[in-house]
């Protein structure tokens, strides 16, 4: 029979191990490559807001965007290349992460058709995965089998490649209840939504599902909040962010329109990433070019109203994420070659610092490891 002062040791020494594991988080960072260099990082962070490189890995070459599968411990990041093994293509290059040991073995590879592929996504069953491919006009979807790894192309579509209206898909994912999948075109100023036949693995068009933009909108990234009753798109050419209210058949109307440089900036600028707080309270965006990250209030109604600018920490913040405490911001520095930490004033939601920086060639896309 244990004494007390034995428990409670005991106790004490189980709340701090957890609590020091649960202190670090693991970040993934995914970049572009030149030769034979490593494209994919992980970096453990701290309850501090310190990012230390502990591992790299071969995700093929330009690994510029990555999503997770968490029921099979799967990276899938997307090479974002014209040319795959020597084939006409991109290429999803699929990752085993091993938590406990920190080993990132690669279990897959398989060509994207037409090549240049900038977005992936897991369809909500977690049975497909969706690619948008920006320098080709085009769309893919992959099956999944049952251990996760892709097995095969079930559908792809090829836009209008001919200029001067080049079509430019740039981001693919499902609404939050998986009803619809929606597809931004910056080079054609509007999205579509389509419905995913899970037996087949087509896309099947959404009967009044383009949404026409106003010219040189050019959308780029969008994300729903939480109940998918509102899209909000951020626009990389025109500078703006747009509020969508979703009918329930999965339509977009358009409600509000707010720009997201400073008054008074002058100089080109092109949007990148959106996101949400944590708790829902404020929306991020990215600038390149004034490289800032403007911030909005969200209100009761989904609306927008500008909160204020903070600097990104660097030059050309081609992504940012947000902790999972809703602490902390990390910007991706895409020319500058680092990643900036902020603190965020969780009354006013804007990110303050920079707390620290962590090198890393050209980063491209962050995501935290669930």
């Not at 099979?72 to 991109?90: C, P, Q, S, T, W």
């Amino acid at each position: 029979m244990m004494r007390k002062n034995q428990v409670i040791f005991i106790v004490l020494f189980l709340g701090l191990a957890f609590s020091g594991c649960r202190g670090k988080l693991k970040l993934f960072a995914g970049g572009f490559t030149d030769n034979d260099q490593k494209g994919l990082s992980l970096f453990e962070f701290n309850s501090k807001g310190n990012l230390n490189l502990i591992a790299e890995a071969d995700a093929g070459p330009s690994p510029s965007f990555f999503c997770f599968s968490e029921r099979h411990d799967l990276i899938y990041a997307l090479d974002e290349v014209m040319e795959f093994n020597r084939k006409r293509g991109g290429a999803i290059t699929t990752l085993k992460y091993y938590p406990v040991t920190g080993l990132i073995e690669k279990k897959n590879e398989i060509l994207v058709p037409y090549g240049g592929p900038c977005h992936i996504s897991l369809s909500s069953d977690k049975g497909f995965l969706l690619v948008a491919s920006y320098s080709s006009a085009s769309i893919a979807v992959v099956k999944l089998g049952d251990n996760g790894l892709p097995e095969k192309v079930t559908d792809s579509l090829l836009y209008v490649t001919e200029a001067p209206n080049v079509s430019h898909p740039h981001m693919i994912a499902q609404d939050p209840a998986g009803r619809h999948v929606y597809l931004t075109d910056l080079g054609l100023n509007r999205i579509m939504i389509y419905d995913l036949d899970r037996s087949s693995g087509a896309l099947v068009p959404v009967k009044d599902g383009i949404i026409n933009l106003p010219d040189s909108s050019g959308p780029r990234h969008f994300v729903f909040n939480y109940d998918g009753s509102k899209m909000y798109v951020i626009n990389e050419l025109g500078s703006t962010v747009m509020v969508f209210n979703v009918d329930e058949n999965g339509i977009l109307h358009l409600v509000q329109t707010l720009p997201t440089v400073g008054e008074g900036f002058q100089g080109r600028n092109s949007c990148a990433e959106i996101l949400i707080s944590r708790n829902g309270d404020f929306l991020y965006g990215s600038n390149r070019g004034e490289n800032s990250i403007v911030v909005f209030k969200i209100d009761e109604y989904g609306m927008l109203s500008l909160a204020g600018h903070s600097s990104c920490g660097g030059d050309w913040p081609r992504n940012f994420v947000i902790d999972p405490s809703g602490k902390f911001l990390l910007s991706g520095n895409q020319k500058s070659g680092w990643i900036s930490v902020f603190r965020i004033n969780q009354k006013t939601g804007l990110p303050e610092g920079p707390a620290s920086q962590a090198t890393m060639k050209a980063p491209a896309y962050l995501e935290f490891w669930k």
